[in-house]
C-alpha cells in the first residue's frame, strides 16, 4: 500500500513529503487514499529517518473530504454505516495525527471541505495558500463535523464561530483562518510550497524526541489543570533532558556554533 499513487511519498532531509493525489476529485478520500495515508504515517512513525511529515494536496485543492461518489444513495441498498466509516477510516488516521511524535507540518493549497479541512486542523502546522479556503460542507449534506472538527473548530474558536462554521458551511478564507488563530498562516500561494518546504526541513533538522515531547505537552494543557500541566512538564523535561540532541544544544551554545542534532 506504501507505494499507491493516491498518497505520493518521498523522503528527503528527514521530511517525509505526503501529497494527496486524486486531484481530478480536488483529493476526495476513497478507501485507497485512506489506507495509503495511513500506512504512510505508520512510517513516519516507525522509521526513524522521518523527522517530519508535510502533507498536501496535488492540483488546486488540498481535499474536499470524503468522494461522495462511494456514497451515492441513487444505488440502492441501505444507507451507510458512517459510524463505521469514521472508525474504520477517518479516526486512525486522525488519531495517529495527534499522537506522531514527530512535527506535522500542513500546507494547504486550495479547497480544504469537509474532512479534508479537519484533517488539516488536526496536523501541528498549518500553512494555507491566500487563495484556499476552509469549508465545513457536513450540513449541506446533513452530516455533523467529523475528522475531529468539532472538537477543533471549538477549541481553537469557541462556541460562537465553530457553530457558524459549522451550520452554515460558508468558506472561510485562509486569511480569516490565520487571523482568528485557526491556522499558523496564510501566504502568497506562489511561496506556499517553498515556506512550508523549508519550515518542516528545519523542524526535520532539529531535536525531535524534544519535539515530540512539545507536540504532547501542548496537546495535554487544554485539558487539565495548571498543576497537572507542571508534572507532565517535569517528566517531559527529565526525558528530553538525558538526550544526546540536549546535550549537544548545551555543547554548541557554549561552543558559539550551531547545533548538529541527530534526532537522539
Ligand atoms: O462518508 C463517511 O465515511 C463519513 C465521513 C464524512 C466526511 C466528509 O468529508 S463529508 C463532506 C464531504 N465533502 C463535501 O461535501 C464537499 C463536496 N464538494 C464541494 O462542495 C465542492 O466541490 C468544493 C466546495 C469543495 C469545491 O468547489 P469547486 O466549485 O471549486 O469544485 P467542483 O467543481 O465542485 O469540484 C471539482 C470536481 O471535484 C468535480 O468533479 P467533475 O464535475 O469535474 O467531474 C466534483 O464533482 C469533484 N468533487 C469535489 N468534491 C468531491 C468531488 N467528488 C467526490 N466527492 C467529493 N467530496
Given at each position: 500500500?506504501?507505494?499507491?499513487?493516491?498518497?505520493?511519498?518521498?523522503?528527503?532531509?528527514?521530511?517525509?513529503?505526503?501529497?494527496?493525489?486524486?486531484?481530478?476529485?480536488?483529493?476526495?478520500?476513497?478507501?485507497?487514499?485512506?489506507?495509503?495515508?495511513?500506512?504512510?504515517?505508520?512510517?513516519?512513525?516507525?522509521?526513524?529517518?522521518?523527522?517530519?511529515?508535510?502533507?498536501?494536496?496535488?492540483?488546486?485543492?488540498?481535499?474536499?473530504?470524503?468522494?461522495?461518489?462511494?456514497?451515492?444513495?441513487?444505488?440502492?441498498?441501505?444507507?451507510?454505516?458512517?459510524?463505521?466509516?469514521?472508525?474504520?477510516?477517518?479516526?486512525?488516521?486522525?488519531?495517529?495525527?495527534?499522537?506522531?511524535?514527530?512535527?506535522?507540518?500542513?500546507?494547504?493549497?486550495?479547497?480544504?471541505?469537509?474532512?479534508?479541512?479537519?484533517?488539516?486542523?488536526?496536523c501541528d502546522i498549518v500553512l494555507a495558500a491566500r487563495s484556499a479556503r476552509f469549508i465545513q460542507a457536513?450540513?449541506?449534506?446533513?452530516l455533523v463535523p467529523d475528522a475531529g472538527g468539532s472538537w477543533s473548530l471549538t477549541r481553537i474558536l469557541?462556541?460562537?464561530?465553530?457553530?457558524?462554521?459549522?451550520?452554515?458551511?460558508?468558506?472561510?478564507?485562509?486569511?480569516?483562518?490565520?487571523?482568528?488563530?485557526?491556522?499558523?498562516?496564510?501566504?502568497?500561494?506562489?511561496?506556499?510550497?517553498?515556506?512550508?518546504?523549508?519550515?518542516?526541513?528545519?523542524?526535520?533538522?532539529?531535536?525531535?524526541?524534544?519535539?515530540?515531547?512539545?507536540?504532547?505537552?501542548?496537546?495535554?494543557?487544554?485539558?487539565?489543570?495548571?498543576?497537572?500541566?507542571?508534572?507532565?512538564?517535569?517528566?517531559?523535561?527529565?526525558?528530553?533532558?538525558?538526550?544526546?540532541?540536549?546535550?549537544?544544544?548545551?555543547?554548541?551554545?557554549?561552543?558559539?556554533?550551531?547545533?548538529?542534532?541527530?534526532?537522539?
Amino acid at each position: 500500500m506504501a507505494d499507491s499513487h493516491s498518497v505520493l511519498a518521498t523522503l528527503d532531509r528527514g521530511v517525509l513529503r505526503l501529497v494527496l493525489n486524486r486531484p481530478e476529485k480536488l483529493n476526495a478520500f476513497n478507501e485507497d487514499m485512506h489506507r495509503a495515508l495511513r500506512s504512510q504515517l505508520d512510517r513516519a512513525h516507525e522509521d526513524a529517518a522521518v523527522r517530519a511529515v508535510l502533507l498536501t494536496g496535488a492540483g488546486r485543492g488540498f481535499s474536499a473530504g470524503q468522494d461522495l461518489g462511494d456514497r451515492d444513495p441513487r444505488r440502492g441498498g441501505p444507507p451507510p454505516d458512517l459510524g463505521h466509516t469514521l472508525e474504520t477510516f477517518y479516526n486512525p488516521t486522525l488519531r495517529r495525527l495527534r499522537s506522531l511524535e514527530k512535527p506535522v507540518i500542513c500546507a494547504v493549497n486550495g479547497v480544504a471541505a469537509g474532512a479534508g479541512a479537519n484533517i488539516a486542523l488536526a496536523c501541528d502546522i498549518v500553512l494555507a495558500a491566500r487563495s484556499a479556503r476552509f469549508i465545513q460542507a457536513f450540513s449541506k449534506i446533513g452530516l455533523v463535523p467529523d475528522a475531529g472538527g468539532s472538537w477543533s473548530l471549538t477549541r481553537i474558536l469557541g462556541e460562537p464561530r465553530a457553530k457558524a462554521l459549522a451550520m452554515t458551511a460558508e468558506p472561510l478564507p485562509a486569511d480569516t483562518a490565520a487571523e482568528w488563530g485557526l491556522i499558523w498562516k496564510a501566504v502568497e500561494d506562489e511561496a506556499l510550497m517553498d515556506e512550508a518546504t523549508a519550515l518542516a526541513e528545519r523542524l526535520a533538522a532539529g531535536a525531535t524526541l524534544g519535539l515530540g515531547l512539545t507536540k504532547r505537552l501542548i496537546q495535554a494543557a487544554s485539558g487539565g489543570s495548571f498543576d497537572a500541566q507542571l508534572d507532565l512538564e517535569r517528566n517531559a523535561q527529565r526525558r528530553a533532558g538525558q538526550s544526546a540532541d540536549y546535550a549537544e544544544g548545551v555543547a554548541a551554545f557554549l561552543e558559539k556554533r550551531a547545533p548538529v542534532f541527530r534526532g537522539q
